[in-house]
């Protein structure tokens, strides 16, 4: 699925979501989305990157420079305690909504 079918909200629950374990730069990020979702979600950079910026202003995020597994200067992103709870009400959000659409999607017709 291209990172542009992505909906904004979706993408900034799966960042924080790849956040809880610790700091991560955006490519560890991106990579773990692949990862989780069995490769189905993939998140160009031109969505990324913007996502990242805005969860950072929203302060959902910190970033601090550090250097990458392989040896590389990288911006690494953690979640702030502010993040770690609107993830907890976006989990909450997720699932309810999911549910309804499921509910929806499993109806046939009469």
Do not use: C, Q
């Amino acid at each position: 699925m291209a990172g542009s079918d992505l909906f904004t909200g979706t993408l900034d629950i799966l960042v924080l979501k790849a956040l809880v374990w610790g700091p991560m730069h955006g490519y560890a990020i991106n990579k773990w989305i692949r990862e989780r979702t069995n490769d189905t979600l993939r998140v160009n950079h031109g969505a990324l990157y913007p996502a990242l910026y805005r969860l950072e202003a929203k302060r959902w995020l910190t970033e601090e420079w550090g250097v990458t597994e392989r040896g590389r200067e990288a911006k690494y992103y953690s979640l702030t305690p502010l993040g770690r709870k609107h993830l907890k009400l976006e989990i909450e959000r997720w699932n309810s909504y999911t549910r309804a659409v499921n509910s929806a999607l499993a109806t046939t017709a009469a």
